[in-house]
């Protein structure tokens, strides 16, 4: 409609990156990505601290929730490295770290099956998650059915950040190789 004299032009939004001088003229919807990531990576850390802490757990970082989660899931024991590679984290001396927090909390219990040592969801964990379940849908899931959307853009973008990850996991072998 710029044949219209009595319309005015609509620019596009112009790009929102945290870090202009890492961009490049062709490189702008990777940067906005990067910084999508960024605060949603920071908005979901925040969100599950306040969640456990809700549900009446306080001191657990990010990554101790999502162990017990990922411990609790499907009710079956799991390793330390099955859950590191589902959780995708590289560095088992965090995830560790995060049972040892969960066990003394008597979230988690792990038990020796030959030289192999498994963990597992105490009634207690599995109450708490139980609690952020409520939670979650009380605060978060109701929330998210009154948005305009449809499941299938959500799921998208689910499957556009695992994608992405593999881009990110690639170039970190490369530059590990500089």
Partial sequence: MKDDKHSPEVNPPAPIVSSEHLTSPDSWPLSEFEYGMIIAHNAFSRWMIRCMNAAGYADFSPLDVLVLHNVNHRNRSKRLIDICFVLHVEDQHTVN?????????ELVEREKHGKEVFFSSTEQGKEACERYREIRESCLTSAYRSLDKEGSEVSQAAALLRLMSGLYDQASRAASSL
């Avoid at 770290?97 to 909390?105: E, I, N």
């Fill in 97 to 105: 770290y995060s049972l040892k927090k969960l066990v003394k909390g």
